[in-house]
């Protein structure tokens, strides 16, 4: 990453202090230090409810109570003390979603231990780093399947003490399971120790590290943001004070514990006296929103884009009558939705075709959810402004925020109140936003994260004198809200000195019911290219309809007919944009992209650099066909 200096721009004679206001916002004055233990504790005391946290055991949806939890959180504190570890000691999570992960994660914030969560979707091989790096003493495993992966390198983890098993066991390769490591710390527990237990954990001061995350990026080694205490507790007070939640609100959360925004996302929930259920996984996710009937939900756009095309898909497939009163009802709801954004209310003729639109539609949409959201949160990647609007218009508002694991992770996010389709939302309280001389977003507060773990060079590189956090996103303020365009390293420049910013057209691109996957290409090329990966499931359907007959899918996509249609379905998406922005050559790979194969980061992001190293063959082919 560059930083932005004023040397870096002579001619503009431009400082950091001196950006002009319409491009620096804030969220108001920063919270007061604090911890996320103090968090834990009030929100225990306060709300003492019985279902706390929420998890379907053997087809059963089982709940969990507050002293339920701070039991079972204090004994694995005790029992990993007894096993030798200190304040500062790293600990390791690998696991997917479930109460297990939260019972580990605040027994390390309140003993002081340094909480390392892995991705559960990693290979064993990627797993040595992490843990070396880190000096992780102790690691906490879900599953058979995870206990596995590092019993297989454990030979290449010195540092490694023990495993400990939530439900895998010795015969996968721990040394205790969970139950075992809460029954050892049962035998030092007593209401006097229990209340030391509370002092200590209190006692934690603000700047105590809380977790070290490896983010993989798109290049290199992974890095171990630092994030402390506070951090992640002003984080959640800003969150708290833009969104407002309370203890009747039920949550259903599905996204990776160990990436920062669905476990910050966890903390606040949790804060809020907010009911959290686990979903099962990623794929019963639709499945349990009809069991548990979720007030809010956090998601990547992913979800949405396949709901979306879902919805439209049984539209067109419902032929005739139904087809035509999903499209009009659409059309209505995108005209309803122009004039409640632009700040009035709809009457007339447009608001009685909206209350037909709601009966014949988008009810139903809302049911399919549980019918009882009152909104979604989005964050990760970009959204769709075609997406977000068609949920507004349906009464799904998603609340699309912006931040980075580096920034214990909201920087923005929209609101209720305040909110602008096509943007990010405004600034927390405590963070401030500028947009430097080049277009990059900056940030600056509490939750800006310590610094970058054995990487004192990465550290200064990515924080400036000002403390100022450089995102690496380009972006502008408008009236306050902030608006991503692209990502600074995947600007494409072509030859000709075009810069081309490839995320919101692939955004556009994967709209498309064809099309499941896009990375654009073209730097320092005469023009850009496109590779795409189908949505088979749509285009093998297609493809019956044509009468194609075919054995695989390296068959199917090797027809002239499967190429036109691909090459088709791009151009209609790319209709009105620049000529230099529009690919000329439309690459189809047959399969999706892949963490396994180095192509996604563990967040899903794709990497495009991957991509295009393991797709050299074919980008040559293209740009030569093109010549």
């Not at 910050?264 to 006296?273: E, I, K, P, V």
């Not at 000195?497 to 064809?514: D, R």
Request: charged letters at 20%; proline letters at 6%; aromatic letters at 8%.
């Amino acid at each position: 990453m560059t930083l932005v200096s004023p040397s870096a721009f002579p001619a503009l004679n431009v400082t950091l202090s001196s950006i002009p206001a319409p491009m620096r916002a804030s969220g108001g004055p920063r919270p007061a230090p604090g911890t996320v233990n103090r968090l834990f504790f009030d929100a225990v005391e306060r709300f003492d409810r019985p279902d706390a946290l929420s998890s379907k055991v053997r087809g059963v949806w089982e709940p969990m109570s507050h002293r339920t939890i701070l039991e079972r959180v204090r004994r694995t504190a005790l029992g990993l003390l007894q096993l030798g570890i200190k304040p500062q000691d790293r600990v390791a999570i690998l696991s997917e979603n479930r109460p297990e992960w939260v019972i580990a994660d605040y027994a390390c914030l309140c003993s002081s231990f340094t909480n390392v969560p892995i991705y559960p979707t990693l290979p064993a091989e990627q797993i040595p780093y992490l843990l070396n790096d880190s000096g992780a003493r102790i690691i906490f495993v879900s599953t058979s399947e995870q206990a596995k992966k590092i019993a297989s390198v454990r030979a290449q983890i010195p540092s490694l003490l023990c495993i400990v098993g939530f439900a895998a066991t010795t015969a996968d390769g721990c040394d205790y399971t969970l139950a075992e490591l809460e029954a050892m710390g049962a035998k030092d527990d007593s209401v006097t120790r229990a209340e030391q237990f509370k002092r200590d954990a209190l006692a934690v001061t603000p700047d105590q590290l809380l977790t070290l995350i490896y983010t993989s990026g798109t290049t290199g080694n992974p890095k171990g943001v630092m994030l402390t205490q506070d951090n992640v507790y002003s984080n959640v007070l800003g969150s708290q004070a833009s969104l407002q939640l309370n203890d009747h609100d039920v949550a259903l959360s599905f996204l990776p514990l160990s990436h920062i925004f669905e476990r910050s996302g966890d903390y606040f929930l949790f804060a809020s006296g907010v009911r959290i259920a686990y979903a099962e996984s990623m794929d019963t996710v639709p499945v349990n929103m009809m069991e548990i009937n979720p007030s809010l939900m956090m998601s990547v756009p992913r979800l949405y884009e396949k709901i979306y095309a879902r919805v439209v898909e049984n539209a067109i497939s419902g032929g005739g009558l139904k087809k035509q009163i999903f499209f009009w009802a659409k059309r209505v709801g995108e005209r309803w939705s122009d004039v409640k954004l632009s700040g009035r209310e709809p009457a007339g003729l447009l608001a009685m075709q909206y209350r037909l639109a709601q009966n014949w539609v988008f009810s139903k949409l809302q049911q399919r959810t549980g019918g009882k959201l009152r909104f979604f949160v989005s964050g990760g990647a970009p959204l769709s402004p075609d997406i977000a609007k068609f949920f507004y218009s349906a009464g799904l508002i998603i609340l699309e925020g912006y931040g980075l694991t580096e920034t214990s992770p909201v920087i923005s996010c929209n609101t209720i109140e305040h909110y602008k389709l096509g943007t990010v939302g405004r600034p927390i309280a405590g963070v401030e936003v500028m947009i430097a001389a080049d277009g990059e977003i900056l940030a600056r507060g509490p939750n800006i994260m310590k610094g970058y773990y054995n990487n004192s060079d990465a550290t200064r590189e990515a924080i400036d004198a000002e403390g100022w956090f450089h995102t690496g996103d380009i972006g502008e303020l408008d009236e306050g809200f902030l608006r991503i365009t692209d990502r600074k390293k995947d600007i494409i420049v072509t030859a000709g000195g075009k810069n081309i910013a490839p995320q919101p057209i692939e955004t556009k691109l994967k709209t498309n019911k064809y099309i499941s996957q896009a990375v654009m290409l073209g730097d320092k090329r005469k023009f850009p290219i496109v590779l795409i990966v189908p949505n088979w499931d749509q285009l093998e359907k297609w493809a019956a309809t044509q009468s194609i007959v075919w054995t695989s899918r390296a068959e199917l996509l090797a027809m002239p007919t499967i190429q036109a249609k691909m090459e088709k379905e791009v151009n209609a998406q790319t209709v009105g944009m620049a000529h230099f922005e529009s690919p000329k050559k439309v690459g189809v790979l047959e399969h999706d992209f892949s963490i396994e194969r180095g192509e996604l980061t563990p967040k899903l992001s794709v990497k495009r650099r991957v991509v295009e190293k393991t797709n050299q063959a074919l980008i040559e082919r293209l740009y030569a066909e093109a010549e």
